[in-house]
């Protein structure tokens, strides 16, 4: 059974830049959500996606943005980088609307740099 | 404003012990909570959860207890192991915003053999 996959596992881009980060979710599971995890912090959610719609969003600027594909794949897309974007980006998949909403499975992350 | 707050950056254990992680939470309209482990390189991976109309919910070495008078929520692993040294996160959720999980800063355990 496959988990949650991400790419790239590492990334780095430069003040200015754009990137796109990708997710696949857990087999079975069709709601993806993205974090972001600052070093030494606990992950803050950006937004949630559910039949290729953002269903919830955090407190994010509009630079971040995401989509989600009919697989349910999705994308994180991240415009004008700051040095402050530099964190590990945690996509985590999930079954909606039951209550297995709650219980989301993470995939190994994808550590962005911005220099 | 950080809603749910885990004020132990780290604990320490000898193997056999009991672990007691702890989390405190401000918005009383959680109302479903969950410890997540993390080991480096790895995303959280969920271990335990409960709801608010619960005080206690047991998993094998795993018992989390919830005070909703107090705000309060400990994480108890007895006996603790050795492969259970890692980060834990508690997190919680709102009825209407299942999806959105917020976490605390998490908490590092390591168990000494």
């Known amino acids: 059974d496959a988990g949650v996959t991400q790419s790239p596992t590492h990334l780095i881009k430069t003040r200015g830049q754009q990137v796109t980060l990708r997710c696949s979710p857990k087999?079975?599971?069709?709601?993806v959500s993205w974090y972001q995890q600052a070093l030494g912090q606990g992950p803050q959610f950006i937004f949630q996606?559910?039949?290729?719609?953002?269903?919830q969003r955090g407190n994010f600027p509009d630079r971040f943005s995401g989509h989600q594909f009919p697989n349910y794949s999705s994308e994180l897309n991240v415009n004008a980088l700051l040095l402050g974007d530099s964190a590990l980006y945690l996509c985590?998949?999930?079954?909606?609307?039951?209550?297995?909403?709650?219980?989301?499975?993470f995939g190994p992350g994808t550590r962005l740099t911005v220099t | 404003d950080q809603q749910v707050k885990q004020n132990s950056p780290s604990l320490s254990v000898q193997e056999g012990r009991i672990s007691i992680l702890n989390c405190d939470y401000t918005?009383?309209?959680?109302?479903?909570f969950l410890w997540y482990k993390k080991y480096p390189a790895e995303g959280p991976t969920f271990l335990i959860s409960?709801?608010?109309?619960?005080d206690k919910n047991e998993d094998g070495r795993f018992t989390v207890f919830l005070n909703k008078s107090a705000k309060h929520l400990s994480l108890h692993i007895v006996p603790s192991q050795p492969g259970d040294s890692a980060v834990y996160f508690c997190?919680?959720?709102?009825?209407?915003?299942?999806?959105?999980?917020?976490f605390g800063q998490g908490t590092t355990l390591q168990v000494k053999p």
């Open positions: 985590a998949s999930s079954l909606a609307p039951t209550l297995a909403d709650y219980e989301q499975y």
């Open positions: 087999s079975g599971h069709d709601t």
């Open positions: 996606y559910y039949e290729e719609e953002e269903r």
């Open positions: 918005n009383s309209m959680f109302d479903y």
């Open positions: 409960i709801s608010s109309i619960k």
């Open positions: 997190a919680a959720s709102t009825a209407g915003n299942t999806g959105k999980l917020i």
